[in-house]
């Protein structure tokens, strides 16, 4: 043995080294192995479970818009509805209001028509009244011109007191 060597402690560490490795190796590295792939699925099964509800609720979130959407389109359409049926009320309203105007109008019309016919056939009256009177002193006083003046102050009383004071 040039150098000591001992070739048989060479192999017996050789032989320790590889028992050593194959107990590690059923020891250590395959528990690690399978932990870590089982703990790699869990992940993997985590991630994919995350991605299957951020798309559930991007789909529930897309129903709920369209749910939306549809709401606010029948809101829409309701509202428009109820302006319709406000604008046709308000015309209906001012028809009748316009037809009790004009009934009011032709009622105020009639009125006036009666009053003026009332007062025109009591005009008449009197003025027959005052007819016959001056004829009737024209007759029995003989004196044209003393009759024809009391006509005129019976008349001119008659305007005063109708009138309100004018003469």
């Not at 991007?58 to 709401?71: D, F, G, M, P, S």
């Not at 028809?95 to 006036?112: F, K, L, P, T």
Request: proline share 1%; net charge negative; no cysteine.
């Amino acid at each position: 043995m040039p150098l000591n060597i001992d070739w048989q402690q060479i192999l017996l560490h050789l032989l320790n080294f590889v028992i050593l490795f194959a107990g590690l190796w059923l020891l250590l590295y395959k528990p690690v192995k399978k932990f870590m792939q089982g703990r790699k699925e869990k992940y993997e099964k985590m991630e994919s479970d995350a991605q299957n509800k951020v798309a559930e609720a991007e789909q529930t979130r897309a129903e709920y818009e369209q749910k939306l959407a549809a709401a606010d389109a029948e809101i829409a359409k309701k509202r428009a509805d109820a302006g319709k049926e406000l604008d046709s009320y308000e015309t209906m309203r001012r028809a009748a209001a316009e037809e009790e105007a004009s009934a009011i109008v032709a009622a105020a019309r009639e009125s006036a028509a009666r009053e003026k016919e009332r007062a025109v056939s009591e005009a008449r009256s009197e003025i027959a009244g005052l007819v016959t009177e001056a004829t009737e002193k024209l007759v029995l006083n003989g004196n044209a011109s003393e009759a024809y003046d009391s006509f005129l102050d019976a008349a001119q009383k008659q305007t005063s007191t109708k009138g309100g004071g004018k003469a």
